[in-house]
């Protein structure tokens, strides 16, 4: 007998649902990598939108939450839905909980107390014109950047420098995170390691356009292959064991390299993330096998 796992999505990622995102390709790759692993498996993948009724999830025992790429912009929203999705018996992968922590982009201030390194950086509530350039006198660099601190895909970001400060009027509008900027973003790349279960996967090497310093796809970034070094992978997993939870079901560490040559933890996305397929050959069969042992 066929298991039905849901695939959560949004309307803009889900295909045939009216205009999709830029990036919805990326939703288009990991269906089609994981759906023949999961056959196999006895699994039936279901792109479902999160925001369906519950009555949707019938008979489906499990959800991953896939490309719900808009939950940053209706985050108590989302979180009910896996709250009530739990309650009905569905298991969310990653759970509630997982979430709740993973939101705010502060649990790095969690990881950094476990001893994972992180990149310095100034929590605020907002910020303006006036403290962009307090905060560049601060870190004593030339360029910062300004994030979300509830945001996914680079989406709200900003990158301000001494010679190109924000008009006088500009301000965040809401809680940020700033952060020198890394110039080995767009001279080396930014560093994928995703885990499944809570062993390594398959690592990714993500540049930036000619130009651009954001390495997603909707500003034109692009992946390579990338096998980490033994050291690089073991600064990797300590970040996965700084994690308050126990084999989270996928993880995807991202991490920058710093001036001084260590490698710093970006995020530890345990939402939504994209799991990178064709980096990662044996991702279905992996996800498919950690998936039927989290099934009754």
Known sequence: ?????????????????????????????????LRPAFGEAGLELVEIDWRAPLGDFD???????????????HPDEF??????????????????????????????????AQGAMTVP?????????????????????????????????????????RASPPPDDWTMGRPCMVQPFLPSVVDEGEFTFFFIDGVFSHGVLKRAAEGEYRIQSL???YECEFTPSPADLATASRVMTALPFDRPLYCRIDMARLPEGSLAVMEAEMIEPYYYPEQGPELGQRMAAAIRARLP
């Open 219 to 221: 500003y034109g970034g």
């Open 1 to 33: 007998m066929t298991t039905r796992i849901g695939f959560l999505a949004c309307a803009e990622t889900l295909p045939g649902a009216g205009e999709r995102r830029g990036d919805a390709f990326e939703h288009d790759l990991v269906t089609a990598a």
């Open 59 to 73: 008979r489906i025992p499990l959800v991953l939450l896939g490309t719900a790429w808009d939950y940053q912009d």
């Open 121 to 161: 950086t100034l929590w605020l509530s907002d910020l303006d014109a006036d403290g962009v350039e307090g905060a560049i006198d601060r870190f004593g660099v030339d360029r910062i950047v300004v994030k979300r601190r509830v945001g996914a895909g680079g989406l709200g970001q900003f990158s301000f420098s």
């Open 79 to 112: 979180l009910t839905k896996l709250d009530q999705l739990e309650t009905s018996g569905v298991a969310v992968h990653n759970p509630a909980q997982v979430v709740r922590w993973n939101m705010d982009k502060g649990y790095l201030q969690d990881l950094a």
